[in-house]
């Protein structure tokens, strides 16, 4: 097969879809206005704005008016751990918060930072596959939780979490419960009133809309500490003037993927295709993350004896994009915290493989990921000193 372009990358980013691209552009050449200005500039960016909040809502299942704008799935997360832990503290006297061992740094280092306001944090482990360990969760629900912080998906093994039955027994302690859905939306059903969750989390550029967008859904009633002080957008919650373009982008990204839905039995297809071949064709390998409860694209193989990095440049001169785990923190050298969690050695982890599929690859994409993959780990296997293969 001849060289070409895969992007098999989907869980660091994606591209803005043209759709996306047609909708945003009126808002930056003609509807061009403040929306908090009252003449007939201000009130057209307004009617965006409106709209793509009331687009948002339905698509989740929530209330307008419980949709607030952010900058992405960062800055949501750090708004609804720290929000809601305080607000918690300062209506109920409650200072515990529980949250897992895998979870994005956006909310392991909120939860750091509420520990050095006084909080009591409990970050509970999780099992070989990296599902809540939800005796040791029981464990620590008390009646002193305020938050339950615990991710929809994981971004590095895509093991997906029992949210409903977590949120159950979050309620009944009288605790608030947080979801990040990052890396859900889009790929798998997300209803908040089905779940049941107080606040969600989400970043438009994980399913192709801009970066430099995203939402944090509160439930009505719930109002935790606003984030940031100014002029009152959002509600009095978040103020800052709207990224009108970019919310307009974020609400039509998000009806294009839940209208992709149906779609994701596909991807699930050539997900297991290509973990099936590498499994039995490319011997010292690890199956990382559950292998059934898993978001559809998502596929994580650590190849023992070869180091991560060496295989994502490798790759990349064959025209292939992966991940060695989180994008978030791919300049580290350190192994991945949720490859540890789940009980994989540090050497292991070092050797690991994020493959993150969406609707835009192809059967053929895969094709050349298998074309390409055994060599290249072969060729670095070759070089290693430990490597038990033939020769050594």
């Known amino acids: 097969m001849e060289n070409r372009f895969v992007y098999a990358d989907n869980a660091a980013t994606t591209p803005v879809a043209p759709e996306v691209v047609a909708a945003m552009t009126p808002y930056l050449t003609e509807y061009w206005g403040n929306?908090?200005?009252m003449y007939s500039k201000g009130r057209e960016a307004r009617r965006g704005l409106d709209e793509a909040r009331e687009k948002v809502?339905?698509?989740?299942?929530?209330q307008p008016n419980e949709i607030y704008f952010t900058s992405g799935g960062t800055e949501a997360?750090?708004?609804?751990?720290?929000?809601?832990a305080r607000y918690m503290r300062k209506k109920q006297g409650r200072t515990h918060v529980i949250t897992s061992t895998i979870e994005h740094p956006a909310v392991l280092r909120s939860c750091e930072a509420l520990e050095r306001e006084g909080f009591r944090v409990s970050y509970v482990a999780v099992d070989k596959n990296g599902i809540l360990d939800m005796e040791k969760f029981k464990a620590e629900l008390d009646d002193d939780t305020a938050v339950v912080a615990v991710m929809f998906a994981n971004n590095e093994i895509g093991t997906l979490q029992p949210i409903e039955e977590l949120t159950?027994?979050?309620?009944?302690?009288?605790a608030l419960m947080f979801t990040d859905a990052v890396q859900a939306i889009g790929s798998v059903p997300v209803n908040v009133r089905e779940l049941g969750v107080d606040m969600l989390s989400l970043s438009g550029h994980k399913f192709n809309a801009p970066k430099g967008t995203g939402a944090l859904y509160m439930r009505r009633g719930l109002k935790i500490d606003k984030y940031i002080d100014g002029g009152g957008q959002e509600r009095m919650m978040r103020s800052g003037t709207e990224n009108v373009a970019g919310i307009v982008g974020l609400a039509t990204a998000l009806e294009l993927a839940v209208s992709r839905l149906p779609d994701t039995e596909r991807i699930r297809k050539m997900r297991d295709r290509l973990a099936d071949y590498i499994l039995k064709n490319i011997p010292h390998t690890i199956y990382n993350g559950?292998?059934?409860?898993?978001?559809?694209?998502?596929l994580n193989i650590s190849f023992e004896y070869i180091e991560g990095e060496s295989l994502l440049l490798l790759l990349d001169m064959a025209g292939i994009c992966i991940s060695t785990g989180s994008a978030c923190s791919s300049n580290s050298l350190e192994p991945s915290h949720v490859l540890l969690s789940i009980g994989l050695p540090a050497e292991k982890a070092h050797g690991s493989m994020r493959v993150s599929l969406s609707h835009l690859n192809t059967d053929e994409d895969v094709d050349y990921i298998i074309e390409k993959l055994p060599g290249i780990v072969a060729r670095l296997r070759a070089m290693s000193p430990i490597y038990p293969g033939e020769g050594k």
Do not use: F, M, Y
């Open 35 to 37: 929306p908090s200005s």
């Open 77 to 84: 997360d750090n708004w609804a751990v720290k929000g809601g």
């Open 168 to 174: 159950k027994l979050a309620h009944e302690k009288g």
């Open 290 to 298: 559950d292998p059934v409860r898993r978001l559809p694209g998502n």
């Open 57 to 62: 809502a339905n698509l989740l299942g929530a």
